[in-house]
Nanobody
């Protein structure tokens, strides 16, 4: 059984940075596309970033391009999200996810296809 565990969340002032990590156990995820999503209570889960199996392709919503960077280390079975120039609207619970893929293409930007999820880590950005 795959388990994903996020870490690195916390409280940061606007303009600051955080680096989230997501460590997987139970299976090597080198054949899985990976992504980060976030969710505020009462809102739908929102796409943050995605990365292909070997890390060649990444994708972000326009509002996060240039400030957020997704990366992965398949040798460590770990996914990362570097978040810079944080704004208060980034406050949410951040989740990592994994979806099995059969080619090195971008994984989906919607939560439905993802089979595995972490428990989430809280990010709070104060103004």
């Amino acid at each position: 059984q795959v388990q994903l565990v996020e870490s690195g969340g916390g409280l940061v002032q606007a303009g600051g940075s955080l680096r989230l990590s997501c460590t997987a156990s139970g299976r090597t995820l080198s054949r899985y596309g990976r992504a980060w999503f976030r969710q505020d209570p009462g809102k739908e889960r929102e796409f943050v970033a995605a990365i292909s199996r070997m890390g060649e392709y990444t994708y972000y919503p326009d509002s996060l391009k240039g400030r957020f960077t997704i990366s992965r280390d398949n040798s460590q079975n770990t996914l990362y999200l570097q978040m810079n120039s944080l704004k208060p609207d980034a406050t949410a619970i951040y989740y990592c996810a994994a979806v099995q893929q059969y080619s090195d293409t971008l994984p989906p930007a919607r939560p439905g296809p993802y089979a595995y999820w972490g428990q989430g880590t809280q990010v709070t950005v104060s103004s």
